[in-house]
């Protein structure tokens, strides 16, 4: 007599089948599907910058090769912030303007190339991927790219980032960002007020200038001007206005090193400028001195004495200056001394 089979071993692989054949099955991500989850994410953005995530590239790097699309990554760390001589915080914003300004530029083209940031502590797999050691970092990723480190491309000059990402951008994708796109220095509340504050000061300030009784008819007023005029001319603080360098850096081979000049033509730090500044105002005060106050000095011996040590102080700060042109741009100034001299 045979024995009947347990209903158990029977039941329980038909279970199996049927919950195989009913579960949803994996299929890969498609293009149409990421690049529309990244333009709903790029207009929650007000800068059309989206935050990267592990979770976020993974998905990503699942549609098939070649994507329909470039993506542009800025490496952050909010722990280094507080380091000057990164200015992640200033190149962080100039991100932000490049990429506003190319959704601003390229409405039909928004898809096409893609604006992200990364932050460390909630990504260091995605930063390990990518090989990334130091900051600032920013890499684009071509549609083609399977390796990221290796078949990406570096940003190689942080120095005007908005020009240099602008060109890196075209360079790259082949894609034009276009006219870059500022914020206003002041918002409309900040227009008006100061307007209304110019409006009620202004009766008062006529008043004055009628009078003749203001700090602008001070001669020490102009004076000062003119020296400071002069001072901000030669030092190169516009430059680093514009670039926003920092005072110093610290030196990449030993982190207690404060750097105050950097040898290199490429880039002035606000020490060097207020150095270069100091010595140059310097000599246009000595200068001054000499032709309007000196000359009117009686006594001879001591009109010498000045003359031989400011001439002293003169030779000495043009020299200084002269070496340390020489020093960050390799070029040489030579004296040419008579033959009978050397």
């Known amino acids: 007599?045979?024995?009947?089979?347990?209903?158990?071993?029977?039941?329980?692989?038909i279970l199996c089948l049927l919950l195989f054949l009913l579960s949803p099955q994996a299929s890969p991500l498609s293009s149409a599907s990421i690049v529309s989850e990244l333009s709903v994410l790029q207009s929650q953005s007000s800068t059309g910058v989206i935050h990267l995530t592990n979770d976020l590239l993974l998905r990503i790097l699942s549609v098939p090769t070649p994507r329909p699309f470039h993506f542009l990554i800025f490496f952050d760390a909010r722990q280094l912030h507080s380091k000057p001589e990164l200015a992640l915080s200033t190149l962080r914003s100039e991100f932000s303007i490049v990429s506003s300004s190319f959704l601003f530029n390229n409405p039909d083209k928004k898809s096409h190339l893609f604006f992200f940031d990364m932050e460390f502590n909630e990504s260091q797999d995605s930063f390990s991927r990518f090989g990334i050691n130091a900051l600032p970092h920013i890499r684009i990723i071509p549609p083609s790219a399977i390796d990221l480190k290796n078949?990406?491309?570096?940003?190689?000059?942080?120095?005007?980032?908005?020009?240099?990402?602008?060109q890196f951008i075209a360079s790259r994708t082949k894609l034009s960002v276009g006219?870059?796109?500022?914020?206003?220095?002041?918002?409309?509340?900040?227009?008006?007020?100061?307007?209304?504050?110019a409006l009620i000061w202004t009766p008062f300030l006529v008043k004055k200038l009628m009078s003749g009784n203001t700090i602008l008819h001070e001669k020490i007023t102009w004076m000062a001007g003119a020296i400071f005029v002069y001072f901000f001319s030669v030092s190169g603080m516009m430059f680093n206005i514009i670039r926003k360098m920092p005072l110093f850096l610290r030196d990449r081979k030993d982190p207690t090193k404060i750097l105050f000049f950097y040898q290199g033509s490429g880039l002035q730090l606000g020490a060097e400028g207020f150095s270069i500044g100091f010595l140059?105002?310097?000599?246009?005060?000595?200068?001054?001195?000499?032709?309007h106050g000196l000359v009117k000095v009686r006594n001879r011996s001591a009109q010498r004495w000045a003359m031989m040590l400011i001439l002293?102080?003169?030779?000495?700060?043009?020299?200084?200056?002269?070496?340390l042109g020489n020093w960050?741009?390799?070029?040489?100034i030579h004296g040419y001394w008579p033959s009978s001299w050397r």
């Open 1 to 13: 007599m045979p024995i009947p089979p347990n209903p158990t071993t029977v039941i329980l692989p």
């Open 151 to 166: 078949d990406s491309f570096e940003l190689d000059s942080y120095s005007g980032l908005t020009e240099s990402l602008t």
């Open 179 to 197: 006219t870059i796109k500022r914020p206003p220095f002041m918002s409309k509340k900040q227009i008006f007020f100061a307007s209304a504050v």
């Open 280 to 291: 140059y105002t310097t000599v246009g005060l000595l200068l001054a001195f000499l032709t």
């Open 312 to 323: 002293f102080v003169l030779f000495w700060s043009v020299q200084k200056v002269v070496l």
């Open 328 to 332: 960050k741009s390799g070029y040489r």
